[in-house]
């Protein structure tokens, strides 16, 4: 096929230069789509049908809809990518149309017309293994797939990989869900919401192709490090032009220089900042005093003030942003005018409004009622200025909030202001209230929960007139604003419609270890259910106490580099998590030791392939090996307790084969009751 395309001759069939070019780059873009790629088969699964899919059985074969395949072969191969033969016909189906779908959902209980349904598995690019359900048949036991089990489990190097040969029926659900709605996904640690939401954007590009090429997708995520983690996972599908952003990347109007405190931070992320932007933006409006004074040749147009406030005020009172109202604002003027002229005898044409809306008169009434406002000047005047700030969040923030939120000094400028994160936000709702955001057709949010009410805000608008996948875990938010309810959430969001569903079944973690880390729940988030692990894994936790050796840690560093050798002793990835203030003393004791690491978001290769990751980049990474350091200087790194447990609720759920937790301190009490006993521990540890 990619001959196919490299070999075609562009010579007949374009008139001129620009169709030429773009064709050429069009061509380019299928050749790069069409790319090999080293290990991954072409496909992966096979459905064969009682008859051809979508037949009806009570109709006769000739009146049947033609068999997509041919009717001497009815197996349907299922892959990444669609495949045809020399003359066209398809011999692999791309995973993502309608007849591949059983291959998905398709059970005992609703077969789907499938008779047999075979999985293939391959390793290193080698078909090694098949695994086939007879659907039909009543005597054959469902088991559990031992290929989906060493999909998950098989070592990982490099970047995030695609699910498409396993995904599972409920998360198949989410992943074809139509482009219309809004979905939500809440989901504990390694449900797959990452790999869900990442499918779902190659779904609806392959539903929707057109409409997405014009309007566009994002994929939002919480930091670099985590985006280059999943940035391979689309192309390797065959879509190279999705976005991928951080919100802060996203509200980048100003440069961030600054932080908050958590109080300030919490306060400028409240949804109640929207409405004093808003007042404060519709405040620069002002009520003209003298009347509209137009002269042309000969004759003066007079337009009373009270009619120009009428006009004004009816600009105001539609809901239109600040920028295309003061824009309309001239030609109302206009019409004004053309009206009086009317009525004076002449016979004005449109040509006459354009120019009575330039000419210098109105020009200046424009200016004067409706002043050009520069979002980051706003945002300045409200955090610099105290009355500036009294006048308009009045009823909304109280004076000692209003004191929170302004800066200690004001500063002068928008360029030499510290601006913060959360300043960028405010900065950023200004500017989309004075000039309309541009909306793109889907934008998946990852790790939602982290976002405030105003970042959620943000988000919205670039997909108000587009769909949403939101995706998150409440026992994950680490923030001090992070999200209580998914209602509220999709309420800041602009899409309170959605459906939000939910993924339980854990495909990263084994059992041990997440009933390990599940008794953090009670704590970090009562009522959410605990993960149900897929695999059983003995042997995949351990947890040891290194004797307190005084102020001195060196004993702990050394167990620690102990832990992650043994570690390395396995195949695939390993990740060192420690709480942040405790990463550059592991660094220098790795570097010691002559143990090369990597910083989250380098991408592991078979050389080097331990991760140092401070407890904070943890969220949504994992590896094949996970050593987990000072659990309680993990929590002690947050403001606050709840914030600590859920800081080390996520730093517990990273591993896939095994955690080792090693630890001088006392643990939290939830992880250090002995209900429940781990795996006895390996070498010379000291009982707990
Ligand atoms: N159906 C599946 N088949 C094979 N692997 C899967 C499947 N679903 C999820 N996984 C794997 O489980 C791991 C966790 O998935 P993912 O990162 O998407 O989870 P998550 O819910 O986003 O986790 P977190 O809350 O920790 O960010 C990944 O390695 C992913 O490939």
Known sequence: MREDVEGLDLSDVTANWVNAEVLRRQMAERVKALADLAHTPLFFGRLDHRQAPGADPSR????????????????????????????????????????????????????????????????????????????????????????????????????????????????????????????????????????????????????????????????????????????QVLPALGELEVKQATVDELVARVEVRGTDEAPAALLKGDARMAEVLRRALRAHVTPPT???????????????????????????????????????????????????????????????????????????????????????????????????LAAHAQGLLSAEEQAAVRWAKPYRSVRSAKWSAADAVLVDEAADLVERTHSLGHVVLDEAQDLSPMQYRAVGRRCSTGSATVLGDLAQGTTPWATRSWRDALGHLGHQDAHVEELTAGFRVPREVITYASRLLPSIAP????????????????????????????????????????????EGSTGLIAADSRVPQLAAALTAAGIGYLSPGEETTAEARLTLVPASLAKGLEYDYVVLDEPAAVVAGEPDERTGLRRLYVALTRAVSGLAVL????????????????????GADTPR
């Open 527 to 570: 009522g959410l259910a605990e993960v149900d692990s897929v695999r059983r894994s003995p042997g995949s936790l351990s947890v040891r106490r290194v004797p307190d050796g005084g102020e001195d840690s060196g004993a702990l560093d050394a167990a620690v580099l102990g832990a992650c050798a043994e570690a390395l002793g396995h």
């Open 60 to 231: 006769p074969r000739a009146a049947q809809p033609p068999d997509p395949v041919g009717e001497a072969e009815p197996s349907l191969y299922i892959g990444r990518r669609h495949v045809h033969d020399a003359v066209g016909d398809p011999m692999v189906i791309d995973w993502r149309a309608p007849v591949s779908q059983p291959f998905y959902r398709a059970s005992k209980k609703d077969p789907m017309g499938v008779a047999l349904r075979r999985r293939f598995g391959y390793t290193g690019g080698e078909l090694t293994a098949y695994e086939d359900e007879h659907l039909l048949d009543p005597a054959e036991e469902e088991r559990a797939s031992r290929l989906l089990q060493q999909e998950i489990e098989r070592p990982r190097v490099g970047p995030m990989r695609d699910i498409v040969a396993t995904i599972q029926p409920e998360q198949d659900e989410i992943v074809r869900s139509g482009l219309g709605g809004t979905v939500c996904v809440q989901g504990g640690p390694g449900t797959g919401k990452t790999a869900v939401g990442l499918h779902r954007v190659a779904y609806l590009l392959y539903a929707h192709r057109e409409r997405l090429a014009r309007t566009g997708t994002l994929v939002i995520g919480p930091n670099r490090s985590f985006l280059h983690y999943i940035e």
């Open 663 to 682: 630890h001088r301190a006392e643990l939290p009490p939830a992880l250090a009751d002995p209900r429940e006993e781990p795996d006895p521990p390996a």
């Open 290 to 388: 003298e009347p509209l004074v137009v002269v042309r040749g000969s004759r003066r147009w007079r337009i009373p003030a009270y009619e120009v406030e009428e006009i004004v005020g009816e600009l105001l009172a539609r809901d239109m942003r600040y920028g295309a109202a003061r824009a309309a604002l001239p030609q109302r003027l206009a019409h004004a005018v053309l009206v009086r002229m009317e009525q004076g005898g002449e016979a004005p044409d449109d040509r006459v409004q354009d120019a009575v809306a330039r000419n210098p008169a109105v020009k200046a009434a424009v200016k004067q009622i409706w002043p050009p406002v520069d979002p980051a000047k706003l945002v300045l005047r409200l955090l610099g200025e105290a009355e500036f």
